[in-house]
Structures are given as C-alpha cells and as structure tokens.
C-alpha cells in the first residue's frame, strides 16, 4: 500500500500512519530500529529496495529523506509504504523543498522515530562533512557511508580517519567480510608460520583494497606493499592478496570477477566463488550490530597511520 501526503507536517504523517496500519492491518511491533536514509532523488528506489531486502532479517521503520533547498516553494512532501511495497518495514519517503530543506533536518524526522528503538543513518552518496556532528547523526547509535560512491574514492577512504567517533562504519569495511574470513581461516591451518611481507592488488574504484591493506597492517605487524590497479588490469573491487611466509607464498587471487584461487605451497589450488557483496547483504551485515565496530575504528586510525602510501608503477619497477 502507498499513500501520498503532498505538503504534508510531520504531525499529520504520524497520524496518517496510524490510520494506515489500520486500514491495511500493518502492525509496528516487532520493528527493532529505524532507519534515516538521506540520499537524492535519483538514488531513492535502490536504496529504498536494498532497505527492504535487508528488512527481512531486521524489521524496521525506514524514513528516506531528500533534500531539494534550490527549489522555489517550500514544502514537505511524503509517501507511506507499508505492506508489500515496503518488505517487513515501513517507509517513509520525505521530499524537503526550498526553506524546509535549510531547516533543522533532525526536527524532519524526530516525530518520527520509533519509541525507544535504536537509530541508524545512511549515506549511500552524497555525504557531509564529519558525520558524527551533523543534527541527525549525533541522534544514531550507528552511521554508515559508503566511499565506493564517491567521485575520488580512496581520497574519501583517507580523510576517515581524522573525523572517527565510535558508531562510524564505511561499506567498503563491509565488503571485505568475505575477504577477511579467508585471510583468517589460511592463518588458522598449517604450517602456522609467521608472514613477514603482504602484497594487496586493487582496482583504483575500490576503497576496500586500502581498508585491508590496512588491516593487514594493523593484524600482522609486517609490511604491506598495496597499490591501486588501473581499468586496464583489473575493474572493479580487489583483485588479490599475497602472504609471504619462509615456506613460500600464500596467493589468494581473483582471475575473473566473482571467483578466486587461492595457492599454497605444496597443495593443489582451490577454487572458491567469490562474487561481489551486493548493497543489500552489506546493508543487513551492519545492521547485525548496533555497538560501535572497535576494530573499523582501530584499521582507519591505527592501520592507517602504520600504513605505507600506496605503491605506483614506477616504485613496483613496472
């Protein structure tokens, strides 16, 4: 069910969406958080649809909200979703036009949150500066970005660090879930030797391959010679880690997006499906854990710092 509410309040949303749970039977128990989308008009259904996949597994209320000062009138425009446009949340689309985007964006969406429930914030692209201190992201208990959308990724990927507060997480930490897993598990097996050196390869869109460069860094206390890659090599996300131990090296390599092989001395290859994380599965990872993740916070500031910059063609004798 969709409801319109042109030049709408925030008062008569709330009655609105009472009067539609009851009409259409959609009831708010059960709801475990809220989540704030601040996106732009573009952007509105894959965020709205990757939030209604990752619903399934934390029912929610979903407020999207877009912001448009340029615009001559002011106003605030909504839409309710609930039912089967809306998976197992209810969203709340607002449209804040002219004067009433320039406003105090928490007083947009405060009427709306659920009682005593946490509050997480979502900036699938455009993001402001030191996001912690904005008016809605002091009232989140966690707050996602994501520097795969942003024009210069690993520049974004670079200045993490200096604005962290406890609660932050980047999706290009989240996508290297899968990644991380593997590293671990190679470390967990035989012949359980020390590695003394790290090669990480990555595609220059991808921030992920700074973020486990970083890691790397922080877990194993070696060297880590990391490098973007160009179009040419390789496209998108990481393209391959290296594990220098005495007995030889540990290659964990992707040949083709969506597959890896990992090498190790002595052993027949392995090969392992390693498809790309989809915004809906990383989504739903970071709304698992409503604490601050300690260790994102440790790679952006301590990984970082013990990181080498990135290594170029020239000083990789290319």
């Known amino acids: 069910m969709i ?3 042109p030049d709408t309040t925030v008062s008569k949303i709330s009655r609105a969406l009472v009067n539609v749970r009851e009409e259409g039977g959609a009831v708010a128990l059960g709801r475990v958080l809220t989540l704030v989308i601040l996106t732009r008009e573009g952007a509105v259904e894959e965020v709205i649809e990757a939030a209604n996949d990752a619903s399934r597994e934390h029912p929610m209320r979903v407020i999207v909200l877009m912001i448009d000062a340029d615009e001559a009138d002011s106003r605030l425009d909504a839409q309710i979703r609930v039912g089967g446009d809306a998976g197992a949340s209810e969203v709340i689309t607002l449209r ?21 429930a946490p509050v997480v914030v979502w900036w699938p692209n455009s993001t402001p500066e030191n996001i912690s201190k904005t008016s809605i992201g002091k009232i989140a ?6 520097a795969a959308t942003k024009s210069d990724p690993s520049a974004f990927v670079a200045g993490l660090g200096p604005q962290y507060a406890p609660g932050d997480t980047d999706l290009a930490w989240t996508r290297l879930t899968r990644w991380r897993e593997q590293l671990a598990a190679i470390l967990d097996q035989p012949p359980y030797e020390p590695v ?8 220059a869109t991808s921030p992920s391959t700074a973020l486990l460069a970083a890691w790397l860094r922080l877990a194993l206390d070696v060297p880590v010679d990391w490098t973007y890659l160009g179009e040419d090599e390789w496209p998108h996300g990481i393209k391959s880690v290296a594990l220098v131990r005495e007995s030889g ?12 092989i990992l090498t190790q001395p002595g052993q027949p290859s392995h090969e392992l499906a390693f498809p790309r ?7 739903a990872e970071e709304l698992r854990r409503l604490d601050p993740d300690v260790l994102y916070g440790r790679v952006i ?3 970082w710092e013990l990181l080498d910059p990135p290594a170029t063609k020239e000083t990789r004798g290319e």
């Open 96 to 116: 804040a036009l002219g004067e009433t985007g320039l406003s105090n964006l928490e007083s947009l969406v405060t009427g709306l949150l659920l009682p005593d």
């Open 196 to 203: 003394t050196q790290v090669r990480v390869r990555g595609a």
């Open 141 to 146: 208990q966690r707050r996602i970005t994501d």
């Open 249 to 260: 090296e540990v290659l964990l390599e992707r040949p083709t997006p969506g597959v890896a």
């Open 301 to 303: 500031t301590e990984g």
């Open 3 to 5: 409801v319109d509410l």
């Open 277 to 283: 994380r989809t915004l809906r599965e990383c989504l």
